[in-house]
C-alpha cells in the first residue's frame, strides 16, 4: 500500500509565505510524475505545479513566479514554496503522485492540507 502524507499547510498573511510538503510511502518501486493541485470552496480541483522525476517543472499561469514546486527522489518527497501568496490562494491543497508498485502504476493522493491567505 502506498500512502501520501502532507504537511506545512496553515494560516498567512497576504505577502507571505508557506512551503508544503509531502511523502510518499510504502511499496514503491518507483514514482514518475508527482504534483500538486488546489480546490477552493465550490470550485473544481486545479493543477497548481507538477515535476517529473527529471526535474522537469510546469506550473499553471496564476502561480509562475510565485511558487516553486521541488523533489527529492532519494526520499520520495515533493515541495512546494509558496511566496508572495494571495487571498485566492486559499484552498485545501493535495499532493499527487504517479507511484510505480507491485500494483503497476497508480495515481495516488494525499489527504489535503488546508492553506488560508488573509487579506
Known amino acids: 500500500q502506498v500512502q501520501l502524507v502532507e504537511s506545512g499547510g496553515g494560516l498567512v498573511q497576504a505577502g507571505g509565505s508557506l512551503r508544503l510538503s509531502c511523502a510518499a510511502s510504502g511499496s514503491i518501486f518507483s514514482i514518475n510524475a508527482m504534483g500538486w493541485y488546489r480546490q477552493a470552496p465550490g470550485k473544481q480541483r486545479e493543477l497548481v505545479a507538477s515535476i517529473t522525476s527529471g526535474d522537469s517543472t510546469n506550473y499553471a499561469d496564476i502561480v509562475k513566479g510565485r511558487f516553486t514546486i521541488s523533489r527529492d527522489n532519494t526520499k520520495n518527497t515533493v515541495a512546494l514554496q509558496m511566496n508572495t501568496l494571495k487571498p485566492e490562494d486559499t484552498a485545501v491543497y493535495y499532493c499527487?503522485?504517479?507511484?510505480?508498485?507491485?500494483?503497476?502504476?497508480?495515481?495516488?493522493w494525499g489527504q489535503g492540507t488546508q492553506v488560508t491567505v488573509s487579506s
Open positions: 499527487n503522485a504517479a507511484v510505480r508498485s507491485y500494483r503497476g502504476t497508480n495515481n495516488y
